[in-house]
C-alpha cells in the first residue's frame, strides 16, 4: 500500500542499485522501456558537487 495512491492496478516498482554512470549496464536493463526513472544521489556517501556530476552522467546516459 502507497500513501495517497488510490489504485496501484497498473503500477509496477523496481529498485536497482547499480553504476548508473555506465550506460551498458542502464542498456541492459531496458531503461527505454520505462515510463518513468527516478534518479537518486549518493548524497550520503559522496560530497554534493560529485554526487549531482554522477546524477548528471546517468542523465545523460539513459536514452530517449
Known amino acids: 500500500e502507497l500513501d ?3 489504485s496501484t492496478e497498473n503500477l ?3 529498485k536497482k542499485i547499480i553504476d ?3 550506460p551498458k549496464l ?3 536493463l531496458g531503461v527505454v522501456e520505462f515510463d518513468h526513472v527516478l534518479v537518486l544521489g549518493e ?3 559522496l560530497p554534493a558537487q560529485a554526487a549531482d556530476t554522477k546524477t548528471l552522467i546517468t542523465l545523460l ?3 530517449n
Open 20 to 22: 548508473a554512470t555506465n
Open 43 to 45: 548524497c550520503d556517501s
Open 4 to 6: 495517497g495512491v488510490e
Open 26 to 28: 542502464l542498456k541492459e
Open 12 to 14: 509496477t516498482i523496481s
Open 61 to 63: 546516459n539513459i536514452p
